[in-house]
């Protein structure tokens, strides 16, 4: 069955430094790989997705992700982190289960201190 | 371009009682998802509509929970009656075609408190 773990539930970075949230996936196929982000109140916000091509993807707010088919991971990455990106981070997979389902990630919390 | 609309945002109600939302998407997508997000996990897929059909709803409790999407544009999801472990965030989102690679855009959200 298709499946997506985020094994951090929370990670707190200092405002500047790097960051890298992690996403493994269970899909049998080449999987569609979304990131959402999800600020206090509000819905969720696509950052990047891959689903083809280039294994780097680029997104908004200067994030980009990895696609490592061989560690069946997608892991984000900011170079340096501000203030305003503490929210909730989401990994999920497009999988074909008939029709297309996207399947979520249980969230990993992102906190920033100054 | 206007984004997913959902109405109230928030909901109290309690147990055995029945509750309705509303979502209208973005105009000209073809497919509309409800969601369901309790605190602390991932959004949970209850339903998709595929225009007015249904595409999956191998997760929505149907017993209790219903929804319909009779034009094809906007949708209602209900809840009769709920249940205590129904609170969570009811999120609604919609996509041009459905197809694997789209990306979904999310509404703010339902709140849904059962006391």
């Known amino acids: 069955a298709q499946s997506v773990t985020q094994p951090d539930i929370h990670i707190t970075v200092s405002e500047g430094a790097s960051l890298e949230l992690r996403c493994n996936y269970s899909y049998g196929a080449t999987p569609y790989l979304f990131w959402y982000v999800q600020s206090p109140g509000q819905g969720l916000q696509l950052l990047l997705k891959y689903f083809s091509g280039d294994t780097l993807v680029q997104g908004i707010k200067g994030f980009e992700a990895e696609f490592k088919r061989s560690q069946s991971s997608f892991n984000l990455r900011k170079p340096s982190v501000h203030w305003s990106d503490a929210a909730e981070y989401f990994c999920?997979?497009?999988?074909?289960?008939?029709?297309?389902?996207?399947?979520f990630g249980a969230g990993t919390r992102l906190f920033v201190k100054a | 371009e206007a984004g997913v609309a959902q109405s109230p945002r928030y909901k109290i109600i309690e147990k055995r009682q029945s509750v309705a939302f509303w979502c209208n998407p973005i105009s000209g997508h073809a497919t509309l998802y409800w969601y369901q997000q309790i605190l602390g996990q991932g959004p949970k897929l209850l339903i998709q509509?595929?225009?007015?059909?249904?595409?999956?709803d191998s997760q929505l409790p149907k017993d209790r929970f219903s929804a319909e999407r009779l034009k094809g544009v906007d949708s209602t999801l209900k809840i009769q009656p709920a249940k205590l472990e129904d609170s969570a965030v009811y999120l609604c989102?919609?996509?041009?075609?459905?197809?694997?690679?789209?990306?979904?855009?999310f509404g703010p959200g339902t709140r849904l408190l059962v006391l």
């Open positions: 989102a919609s996509s041009l075609r459905g197809e694997g690679h789209e990306t979904q855009y």
């Open positions: 509509f595929q225009n007015n059909g249904v595409v999956d």
């Open positions: 999920a997979v497009g999988a074909n289960t008939g029709g297309f389902k996207t399947i």
